[in-house]
């Protein structure tokens, strides 16, 4: 039993094993969904890297790169190069201040705010037809990934340099 998502004596902790299956389970189906490419031939496809600085961008007016590394978790390096193919795809812009040359913005253009949504649709297809339109546990599914999204990302380690980790 859980109370405002905290557990109580009654709900036993379940199996680490449980939570690597999750674990694996999301990587798997997240390759699957890359492995597709897309129907639509207006869809630009996108690495991993280039998607996760993409789905940042779609919250806002733009942001500086040291803060798109940070909240990405990518190497400033990484960043730059995934910036420089995103720009060349039309995707993203760099505007620089006119009254500090060294301050830039990252924003999302018109054609990336279209695409990041024209990608969506085709993911939200071949999802509910992977799941035969079964969407009975979808808002509790949901509802468990953005939980376990937000905690690994409170808890991701300072350095983005990380051993075992790869940023494309």
């Known amino acids: 039993m859980t109370t405002r998502g905290h557990r109580t004596q009654a ?3 379940p199996a680490p094993e449980l939570w690597s299956e999750l674990a694996d389970l999301v990587l798997r189906i ?5 492995f597709r490419g897309y129907t639509d031939p207006d869809a630009v496809t996108l690495s991993t890297s ?7 961008l779609q ?3 733009g942001t500086t790169p040291t803060l798109l590394a940070e909240e990405t978790g990518l190497q400033r390096t990484n960043l730059s190069v995934v910036l420089r193919g995103l720009e060349r795809k ?10 500090d040359r060294r301050y830039v913005t990252v924003s999302a253009t018109e054609r990336g705010h279209r695409n990041y949504e024209l990608v969506r649709q085709e993911w939200a297809r071949a999802v509910s037809e992977a799941a035969g339109g079964d969407a ?4 509790a599914a949901t509802s468990l990934l953005r939980t376990i999204e937000s905690g690994l990302v409170e808890t991701r380690p ?3 340099g990380r051993s075992g980790a790869r940023a494309e």
């Open 136 to 139: 009975q546990d979808l808002q």
């Open 30 to 34: 997240a390759r699957e969904i890359q």
């Open 158 to 160: 300072a350095t983005s």
């Open 59 to 61: 919250r806002g007016d």
């Open 90 to 99: 039309g995707l993203v812009e760099r505007t620089v201040s006119p009254r």
């Open 11 to 13: 709900d036993p902790e």
């Open 50 to 56: 280039e998607g996760m600085v993409m789905r940042h």
